[in-house]
């Protein structure tokens, strides 16, 4: 069977986590034998790839412009689509999704998941945010199947849409830690192993960074710091406030970071921090818990679904609970947990996404 992918920036080493989910998923699906094409934005990558870990890959010009760049390359990569002869076209997200009419009127079976309610975000203005739910919209009543990444996104669409059949509930997923060291890197950023607090993710409003620098600010960090791994695609005034606020404090910032570097982070972290007001099933999160570290996350749906001891969730946006929990964490010695993941296994998810394909086939 031919798959066509779009609606993610790229694979590999791409930011996002519609991309992290991407990378994960699709070569599992290639080595079970199906055709995938991943279609990326040109402007993201600069590897001159065709192809990665038997997935094929074509890149598509696209303005690099916030407001518009996702629905303008889902255009380009619809008809690459159909010049492809893509007999299953996959679109991620909820933006990319306001086309999925137009792929089914140019006659393909047409899977779209859904990551999250992006429109929720802070930083999309009125009619972003307009077009975001009508993306939703469009997705939701026109493709032939649809998979969500957590019973939040599963309720919300049957409450909005009445869409209950054909909807596929197929988690985010997590790839085996890779336990590492990497002195050298920990030097140069100044910090040690068991030493620092780490929040990783996207410099972008709905994560509530600022809430960790102002709330690490506030304890008495008994040695620690605090590092922040990650960057923004589209710096704007609230990533380079953050990046000045974060270097005011003395916080690490490591920019964007994969592979050795990223697990050495993990490996070796005190806790990880995850504050936002807004996620679908957060990737990083279920990273941190594949690490055993112990965990602090904000009390959101998609937070709350993961199912962790109450002592890790606080008060989404409550600073001084986060502050409270943050002293708790450096007060005590380095600790590692056992989380329960089997429901996040690549493999045993690319198995669900293959049955989905599968059944477009009846």
């Known amino acids: 069977m031919k798959i066509v992918v779009t609606g993610t920036r790229g694979i590999p ?24 094409t991943v279609i990326r934005r040109k402007n993201y990558v600069s590897d001159g790839l065709t192809e990665w870990n038997g997935v094929k890959l074509l890149d598509v010009e696209t303005p690099k412009k916030k407001s518009f760049e ?31 009419p137009y792929a089914k009127m140019m006659g393909m079976k047409v899977v779209f998941t859904h990551h999250g309610p992006d429109y929720d975000r802070d930083k999309w203005g009125f009619m972003a945010k307009t077009i975001l739910k009508l993306g939703e919209r469009m997705g939701c009543l026109f493709a032939d199947d649809v998979i969500v990444i957590s019973n939040v996104i599963k309720d919300l669409i049957a409450r909005k849409y009445n869409r209950t059949q054909r909807v596929h509930l197929i988690y985010n997923g997590v790839p085996n830690p890779d336990v590492c060291d990497y002195p050298e890197y920990f030097a140069e950023l100044g910090i040690e192993e068991g030493k620092y607090v780490l929040g990783m993710c996207r410099f972008v409003p709905e994560k509530n960074l600022h809430h960790l620098v102002e709330a690490f600010g506030k304890i008495k960090p008994n040695g620690c710091k605090l590092v922040l791994a990650g960057d923004t695609d589209f710096e704007d005034e609230y990533s380079l406030k953050l990046k000045r606020m974060a270097k005011e404090a ?17 490996t070796h972290a005190r806790c990880y921090v995850l504050p936002s007001s807004h996620e679908g099933l957060p990737i990083a999160l279920l990273e941190a818990m594949s690490y055993r570290l112990p965990v602090i996350v904000s009390d959101i749906p998609a937070n709350l679904e993961v199912g962790l001891d109450k002592e890790c969730y606080f008060e989404t946006g409550n600073i001084g609970q986060l502050a409270d929990k943050l002293q708790k964490v450096v007060n005590e010695d380095c600790q590692r947990i056992t989380y329960p993941m089997e429901e996040y296994d690549w493999d045993r998810i690319a198995k669900q996404v293959m049955e989905v394909y599968d059944g477009l086939k009846k």
């Open 250 to 266: 003395g916080v690490v910032l490591t920019g964007f970071v994969k592979g050795k570097k990223l697990h050495s982070l993990l």
């Open 70 to 100: 996702a629905i303008i390359h889902t255009f380009r990569a619809i008809r690459k689509a159909k010049k492809l002869r893509a007999e299953v076209l996959h679109i991620h997200a909820i933006g990319p999704a306001l086309l999925v």
């Open 13 to 36: 080493n791409v930011m996002g986590g519609v991309e992290t989910h991407c990378e994960e998923l699709f070569p599992r699906i290639a080595q079970k034998g199906f055709d995938v």
